[in-house]
């Protein structure tokens, strides 16, 4: 089985820019940048909240690379994006609100993505069009057909795209998947993940109210539906929120499926049922603050579990992963990996492995170095599509209270309507998307 469908699809859509707001030549080149000086890697920042700038210093890591603009709509996360340069020692870059600046310019060769996730699939694809390499942030989209159309603009345009989660990267992680592969945990049998974060307090149910002066509010909504400013549908809590993100599922999900995904096999999920709801935090957030997620898969079962406000896991990791086969299983998390034999077998000993490190700079120096070579990154975006397609698939199981069944060739939800609308997502006029095959 393929891992993924390789449909052609026909699209007619175009980026709208019939408003006057809209209007000038943002893209003029759909070439790569010209080469920088000294084989210099010239960055363009879109979004300098907290994961844009972890990002960004994270890239400063790397000595060939500069930053030369960055683009937020909010003045005030525009200023922690010049910090970060300040602190690195780098020359100030430009500053823009408007993330089409930074595509114009011919002197910005990789494009760092990190807004909320509403705003990942149409700078994607834009920059793709613009000639421009990209790492942007997990999840991949908002939702699955967002992410199908960034998949189809980094093919048709041969560019080198990373989603950004760097646990790929991790090499414990890598051992414990290749132990899994290896076949020595026997026939795997289920795998689960899962995340209880007591740091996640209530947000409150704060007033609407006005946007800060330094931000520009309507273009932070951009394709999402209008609505009145509320402070926790802004900045970090637009996670909670349906318009803009898709909660824990999406969030610490991607994550963590990603790292269960490095040992099983290459097959789409079948069947997915969800629960959960509003159990612990008492708010005006959407997504659920509780939630388990079953995977039925062709050859083994998933089971995505996660509680905000709760800190005592599961094996007492807050958060983690396992893998169960026949003949033992395998626990991982950021510390890292044990191995605990089946009772009835005696096949495996007992094994444990400590943590190789935080694997940010190794995902982020595998990115530049194929933006050099051409090759495809650890993380590319047919793999990133996957896993956040899994996690979209749990919260539209939830949406709609049913068990709803994923046609993986077609990239549909068949015999259920309701449930296959969330595939896609109407975007507020005038924005479109190019490549997507709903809109």
């Not at 408003?19 to 300098?48: Q, Y």
């Not at 094996?315 to 003949?327: F, M, R």
Request: hydrophobic fraction near 40%; aromatic fraction near 10%; proline fraction near 6%.
């Amino acid at each position: 089985m393929k891992l993924l469908p390789r449909r052609q699809f026909i699209r007619n859509s175009t980026l709208a820019l019939g408003a006057s707001v809209l209007a000038g030549p943002f893209i003029r080149s759909v070439r790569a940048g010209e080469p920088g000086p000294n084989d210099k890697i010239r960055l363009g920042l879109i979004g300098s909240g907290g994961m844009g700038c972890g990002d960004l210093e994270c890239f400063f890591g790397n000595p060939e690379v500069d930053c030369v603009v960055i683009a937020d709509v909010d003045e005030a996360m525009t200023a922690k994006g010049l910090k970060v340069c300040e602190t690195a020692g780098r020359k100030k870059p430009d500053t823009v609100q408007d993330f089409r600046r930074v595509l114009d310019r011919k002197d910005v060769d990789v494009v760092l993505i990190a807004t909320p996730d509403h705003w990942h699939a149409i700078p994607t694809v834009m920059a793709c069009q613009a000639g421009k390499d990209v790492y942007v942030e997990k999840p991949l989209a908002k939702t699955i057909d967002e992410g199908r159309a960034m998949v189809t603009a980094a093919q048709k345009h041969n560019r080198v795209v990373q989603m950004g989660s760097q646990w790929r990267s991790c090499q414990h992680m890598i051992e414990a998947a290749e132990f899994v592969k290896s076949g020595k945990l026997g026939k795997l049998a289920m795998a689960r993940g899962w995340a209880y974060l007591d740091w996640l307090p209530s947000i409150g149910k704060p007033a609407d109210g006005i946007p800060p002066a330094t931000a520009d509010y309507d273009m932070w909504l951009g394709p999402a539906s209008k609505q009145p400013f509320n402070p926790n549908r802004f900045h970090f809590n637009f996670r909670w929120f349906w318009d803009y993100a898709g909660g824990l599922m999406t969030d610490w999900g991607v994550h963590l499926l990603n790292m269960i995904f490095m040992g099983t096999p290459s097959e789409w999920p079948k069947n997915i049922v969800s629960s959960g709801g509003k159990y612990v935090l008492d708010d005006n957030s959407e997504t659920p603050d509780s939630q388990i997620t079953t995977y039925e898969f062709p050859s083994f079962m998933l089971v995505w579990e996660h509680k905000a406000g709760l800190g005592v896991g599961i094996n007492n990791h807050p958060w983690g992963v396992a893998w169960y086969g026949t003949e033992g299983t395998i626990i991982m998390d950021d510390s890292g990996w044990e191995v605990i034999p089946e009772h009835r077998k005696s096949n495996l000993e007992p094994e444990k492995h400590k943590s190789s490190g935080n694997p940010r700079p190794a995902h982020v120096r595998n990115f530049l170095d194929c933006v050099k070579s051409r090759q495809q990154p650890v993380l590319n975006l047919e793999r990133g599509h996957y896993v956040s397609t899994v996690a979209h698939l749990g919260n539209i199981a939830f949406r709609t209270g049913q068990k709803i069944t994923w046609d993986a060739e077609l990239e549909q939800i068949t015999g259920n309507p309701q449930a296959d609308k969330l595939v896609s997502v109407q975007y507020r006029a005038p924005w479109k998307l190019d490549y997507m095959k709903r809109s």
